[in-house]
């Protein structure tokens, strides 16, 4: 035991000053990996068909005592982006640093994306209430679209009169699949089969005139739409710029600034018409 003591302090002894730094520095690189972080990580989310169901419940619901829906053989996916290192997931330096390195998630500064001393609690109260705004409008718009374009969309306009719309989905929060749920809703009321069984993604906001608004994350939202099978994208006309030169291989953006180019975009295609909608420019 005495003679191994000594072989040990021996052994301490005969290492140089740069291995007990080295050593040093290892050790404090390995306590900053598991640091809280001070960035967000933002990466593809899930998907969700507005035309579907969620736990046995459409995701979209119209009730009236004389409404009439319709099924649709394909799909409208609204996209996400999924978020770490905002309030109430917290991160560390490691998942940062592998994000940075990771092409297909995107890291920024914590105060570029909720405000300083935001907690968990309003954060999530923010999300769930722009989602909610952002369904409420969908509902407004999208009936009074139906109602102006009965004619057209061989709708009897007297039949929505008292028409209720209820929307609903899990773990998705924020504004910007405005305008899939007004599509959605305007593909439930109507015969037509307007997606022509095709999986369609897309995102942006809505307002009440029907314009379609600029989002974030648009560049990780195709990356989940291409992998949850869209062939096509419907991108508003204001995020372009991030569009361009980011659109995955078998996916095929459309440039939308409205409501009804939305709409006759998502018809077109249905008819095996899209390759002559406009794309998005530099």
Not at 26 to 46: D, F, H, K
Not at 193 to 206: C, D, K
Not at 212 to 239: E, S
Request: include cysteine; hydrophobic fraction near 40%; glycine fraction near 12%.
């Amino acid at each position: 035991m005495f003679a191994r003591c000594k072989c040990l302090k021996h052994y301490v002894a005969s290492r140089s000053p740069q291995y007990f730094a080295g050593a040093v520095a290892v050790m404090l690189a390995i306590v900053v990996l598991v640091l809280p972080s001070a960035y967000v990580i933002e990466m593809p989310g899930p998907t969700q068909d507005v035309l579907g169901k969620v736990d046995g419940d459409d995701v979209i619901a119209v009730s009236g005592t004389q409404v009439r829906t319709y099924k649709d053989s394909g799909k409208l996916l609204l996209v996400t982006v999924s978020a770490s290192g905002v309030p109430g997931y917290p991160i560390v330096n490691a998942q940062a640093v592998w994000a940075w390195v990771n092409p297909h998630m995107e890291i920024m500064p914590r105060e570029a994306v909720v405000p300083v001393g935001q907690t968990a609690d309003e954060y999530q109260q923010k999300v769930d209430s722009d989602m909610s705004g952002s369904q409420d409008e969908a509902s407004s718009v999208g009936l009074k679209y139906v109602k102006n374009h009965a004619s057209e969309l061989g709708v009897d306009a007297s039949l929505l009169q008292g028409a209720h719309v209820a929307m609903h989905v899990d773990k998705i929060g924020g504004p910007s699949a405005g305008m899939m749920y007004t599509l959605g809703l305007i593909d439930k009321l109507t015969a037509a089969n307007e997606s022509g069984g095709q999986t369609i993604a897309g995102t942006g906001t809505i307002n009440a005139k029907g314009k379609v608004g600029k989002i974030g994350g648009i560049r990780l939202k195709m990356l989940g739409a291409k992998r949850d099978g869209a062939t096509w994208f419907l991108a508003p006309k204001d995020n372009c710029s991030e569009v361009v030169g980011h659109v995955p291989q078998g996916l095929r953006d459309v440039k939308v600034a409205t409501l009804d180019e939305a709409y006759q975009a998502l018809v077109a295609i249905g008819k095996g018409q899209g390759d002559q909608l406009p794309h998005c420019t530099a």
